[in-house]
């Protein structure tokens, strides 16, 4: 079982090295499933739509709602979250070499989200790289059982690990 995370404190940092990442991988020749966020602020508000490319050149889906400008709570759309993860199944069932899920967020911890799909992927033996929230440290490392190595944030690290991780996966098949 290959699972690695990373996590950064800026914000908006971990999707934009997990999107040079996932597009790296692919122009060397990967087979990458899985998805990337972009997001884009919000004139007059604190929020942000969140968007996912579907790897490799999948839909991008909206998995924000606007729930007003005075609100607080979560503004992630499950429904659309869970859109997300079944297109996300289609590429993975067709062969990848790679799964790169852009955050192990709160739906994540709770068992829902993509948690299922990276079991899945896990148990075919495809390595498996997720963006971690720090808040949901604990869930994901009783998910991992332990296994999950931490990456430093960079590009070079998240290179190195993924052209070795499926090298290797391609050699035990």
Known sequence: ?????????DKGATDRLLTTAANAAIERGHTVAGVVQSNTPRPKTHRCDMDVQVLPKGPIIRISQDLGPEASGCALDPAALEQAVVEVHKTLVDGADLLIVNK???HE???R??????????S???PVLVGLNPLNRAEFEAFAEGVAQ????????LAQWIDTTCLAAEKVD
């Open 109 to 111: 911890a709770a068992g």
């Open 150 to 157: 931490e990456l430093s944030a960079t590009t070079e690290t």
């Open 1 to 9: 079982m290959k699972i690695a995370y990373v996590t950064t404190t």
């Open 113 to 122: 989200g993509f948690r299922p799909l990276i079991a899945e992927a896990l």
């Open 124 to 126: 075919q033996d495809v």
């Open 104 to 106: 192990f967020g709160k």
